[in-house]
């Protein structure tokens, strides 16, 4: 597949979601980052796109030899459960074939850069000096390139002087082509959100493909949408996430939520949840029914 080698955060060891997966299965760091090493190496040798078709939860219990990791690590975000096969989210970006001739062009191009002073050759172009790097690879021939292209510019441009100014049309705008991209959602970061400043309510231990779309709609929804005086709620990924910060904290003063007051009849078993806050339902609960207009 993809490789001998895996790219794994140099300060994974102090993560916030190894510690939470160490505290969900009780185990230490040494054996939470060794158990993730031989994950993301399993992906790595079997995968293209993170997808491991056949691997269930359990296997992953047995395979690490601790119990409950495969959950634990759903819950941090770092793997998604699809049904009996499992997925690593945004596989492609970090690890896999793509992944990895992105980060060794990436630094080629920086050794070279690095290691390799500008050369001049002079007479490159009509006899005059044209300045480019020297070395193995494509950034000298790429740098020459540009230089040259700059080189006839500057040479257009003293052809232009002296003729008499004429009047020329405004450039057309250039097109637009949909939407504004947004920022990525973070999602485990706003399933971390929900439980520190919700502890009370039920935690996330599984991130099923539903779930995870309702966590991208609702973003999305902050993101684009503006509140009662126009103002949008969130232009960031910071705004966003402070957004959910005081959507959850508000969600914390209401006594029917939270389950300090009695429930309906035939309602007195339900909780509130992550996934009510982000329907429609618990949206109008918490943001109607709170003087602060989100």
């Given at each position: 597949?993809?490789?001998?080698?895996?790219?794994?955060?140099?300060?994974?060891?102090?993560?916030?979601?190894?510690?939470?997966?160490?505290?969900?299965?009780?185990?230490?760091?040494?054996?939470?980052?060794?158990?993730?090493?031989?994950?993301?190496?399993?992906?790595?040798?079997?995968?293209?796109?993170?997808?491991?078709?056949?691997?269930?939860?359990?296997?992953?219990?047995?395979?690490?030899?601790?119990?409950?990791?495969?959950?634990?690590?759903?819950?941090?975000?770092?793997?998604?459960?699809?049904?009996?096969?499992?997925?690593?989210?945004?596989?492609?970006?970090?690890?896999?074939?793509?992944?990895?001739?992105?980060?060794?062009?990436?630094?080629?191009?920086?050794?070279?850069?690095?290691?390799?002073?500008?050369?001049?050759?002079?007479?490159?172009?009509g006899g005059e000096a044209v300045t480019?790097?020297?070395?193995?690879?494509?950034?000298?021939?790429?740098?020459?390139?540009?230089?040259?292209?700059?080189?006839?510019?500057?040479?257009?441009?003293?052809?232009?002087?002296?003729?008499?100014?004429?009047?020329?049309?405004?450039?057309?705008?250039p097109p637009t082509h949909g939407a504004?991209?947004?920022?990525?959602?973070?999602?485990?970061?706003?399933?971390?959100?929900?439980?520190?400043?919700?502890?009370?309510?039920?935690?996330?231990?599984?991130?099923?493909?539903?779930?995870?779309?309702?966590?991208?709609?609702?973003?999305?929804?902050?993101?684009?949408?503006?509140?009662?005086?126009?103002?949008?709620?969130?232009?960031?990924?910071?705004?966003?996430?402070?957004?959910?910060?005081?959507?959850?904290?508000?969600?914390?003063?209401?006594?029917?939520?939270?389950?300090?007051?009695?429930?309906?009849?035939?309602?007195?078993?339900?909780?509130?949840?992550?996934?009510?806050?982000?329907?429609?339902?618990?949206?109008?609960?918490?943001?109607?029914?709170?003087?602060?207009?989100?």
């Open positions: 597949m993809a490789g001998d080698w895996i790219k794994m955060r140099g300060n994974l060891w102090d993560h916030p979601r190894v510690a939470q997966i160490c505290d969900a299965t009780d185990v230490g760091e040494a054996t939470v980052v060794g158990a993730l090493f031989w994950l993301w190496s399993t992906a790595d040798q079997h995968s293209d796109d993170g997808l491991l078709v056949g691997l269930s939860l359990r296997q992953i219990d047995r395979k690490t030899g601790v119990v409950g990791f495969g959950d634990a690590v759903v819950a941090a975000g770092w793997l998604v459960a699809e049904g009996a096969n499992v997925r690593i989210p945004e596989f492609e970006e970090h690890n896999g074939s793509s992944a990895k001739k992105r980060m060794q062009t990436a630094r080629r191009v920086a050794a070279h850069k690095a290691g390799n002073a500008a050369d001049v050759d002079v007479g490159a172009v480019h790097e020297s070395g193995e690879g494509n950034a000298g021939s790429v740098t020459k390139a540009l230089a040259v292209r700059d080189l006839e510019k500057r040479r257009e441009e003293k052809r232009e002087e002296g003729k008499p100014s004429v009047a020329r049309p405004a450039a057309a705008a504004e991209r947004l920022p990525a959602c973070p999602v485990a970061q706003l399933v971390e959100l929900y439980h520190e400043v919700l502890p009370e309510l039920p935690r996330c231990r599984l991130m099923p493909e539903d779930r995870s779309k309702a966590i991208r709609r609702r973003w999305s929804w902050v993101l684009t949408s503006k509140k009662p005086d126009g103002v949008k709620r969130a232009q960031t990924s910071a705004d966003g996430m402070a957004w959910f910060r005081s959507y959850f904290e508000r969600a914390r003063c209401s006594d029917h939520l939270m389950g300090r007051v009695a429930r309906a009849a035939g309602h007195e078993g339900w909780q509130c949840d992550l996934d009510f806050l982000l329907g429609d339902k618990g949206m109008k609960a918490v943001i109607e029914k709170t003087e602060v207009t989100a």
